[in-house]
């Protein structure tokens, strides 16, 4: 019954290449985020969705590509992979002016 | 714009004594705070939050924060530590109306010597 699930937890891939992970959340919630952690630990937004719409979008090369089939999932794509888009993606869900709930993270190694 | 400042990256303490992680933040409107811990290798957990009411917030494994609107701070409180408290300490902050946007603290990693 895992509420936030983001899948895979480990994606190691070559420098190029393109990768996508996938989030799913079952607590109803209306908003759904991606937000990037660097090595230093930095966590800092990169989109957020509401009721499937992109209400934030934290200038984030166009590489990275978010859809959101429905409200209870939101995946994120990225092109043509670089070094440093090494980082841990996590996934997060709210209701409005309440809390997020993140999911387990996805670590994230170019080669 | 919001902002959220830890001044520390590191604290050290000894186990069983108190620790207080502090958290300052900027904002022209009212706000949600938050404190999250993350373990190693695991996704954020929330501890407390802030969102209006009484400004003492007690939180999940002992902790406490107060919210002090004159001084813009959020500080982190627990009376005794564990070893088990050793990770990494995140303070946010969101705005009231409009769409939730969290912005993060750099983070505090709090270690528990034995």
């Known amino acids: 019954d895992t509420a936030v699930s983001q899948t895979p937890k480990y994606l190691v891939t070559q420098m190029g290449n393109d990768k996508s992970i996938k989030c799913e959340q079952n607590?109803?919630?209306?908003?759904m985020y991606w937000y990037k952690q660097d090595s230093k630990k930095f966590l800092k937004i990169m989109f957020s969705y509401n009721n499937k719409e992109l209400i934030i979008n934290e200038t984030v090369p166009n590489r990275f590509s978010p859809k959101s089939p429905d409200k209870a999932h939101l995946n994120l794509h990225i092109n043509s992979l670089e070094l440093g888009d090494s980082a841990v993606y996590f996934c997060?869900?709210?209701?409005?002016?309440?809390?997020?709930?993140f999911g387990q993270g996805t670590r994230l190694t170019v080669v | 714009a919001q902002s959220v400042t830890q001044l520390d990256s590191q604290v050290p303490v000894f186990e069983e004594a108190p620790v207080e992680l502090r958290c300052n933040y900027s904002s022209s409107v009212s706000v949600y705070l938050f404190w999250y811990v993350q373990y190693p290798n695991q996704g954020l957990q929330l501890l407390l939050k802030?969102?209006?009411?009484?400004?003492l917030v007690k939180g999940i494994n002992g902790f406490e924060a107060e919210f002090n609107k004159s001084q813009t701070s959020f500080h982190l409180r627990k009376p005794s530590v564990h070893i088990s408290d050793t990770a990494e300490y995140f303070c946010a902050v969101s705005f009231s109306g409009g769409y939730q946007k969290v912005t993060f603290g750099t983070g505090t990693k709090l270690q528990v010597i034995p």
């Open positions: 997060a869900s709210s209701r409005r002016e309440t809390e997020a709930f």
């Open positions: 802030y969102l209006s009411g009484s400004t």
């Open positions: 607590l109803g919630h209306d908003t």
